[in-house]
């Protein structure tokens, strides 16, 4: 069985920093893309940053140059390292794997999610 388990999601000022990270349990993490998506609440889902296979990074543009994203193959975990958050950037994040190699090419999962508050 497939799972994704985020955490790391808090209350944090204007300003501050978090660090989400998500564990990914029965795929073999070198065969997908792993990133985050997240929504606010009333809005759409909506992309936040990629990670491919081979280490390429894409970010949506509202966190470029404040969050970095990255990959630990042999753990089969990713991270989300987020700073200078801004009350914006509150939301529920979403880690998600997406097989990209034979046989798993196009399967996708997604975590439950975890929540992240900017507020003073």
């Known amino acids: 069985q497939v799972q994704l388990v985020e955490s790391g999601g808090d209350l944090v000022q204007p300003g501050g920093s978090l660090r989400l990270s998500c564990t990914a349990s029965?795929?073999?993490?070198?065969?997908?893309?792993m990133g985050w998506y997240r929504q606010a609440p009333g809005k759409q889902r909506e992309f936040v940053a990629v990670v491919t296979t081979n280490g390429n990074t894409n970010y949506a543009d509202s966190v470029k140059g404040r969050f970095t994203i990255s990959r630990d193959n042999a753990k089969n975990m990713q991270y989300l390292q987020m700073n200078s958050l801004k009350p914006e950037d509150t939301a529920a994040y979403y880690c998600y794997a997406k097989g990209v190699i034979f046989p798993v090419r196009d399967t996708n999962y997604w975590g439950q999610g975890t929540q992240v508050t900017v507020s003073s």
């Open positions: 029965g795929i073999i993490a070198s065969a997908y893309a």
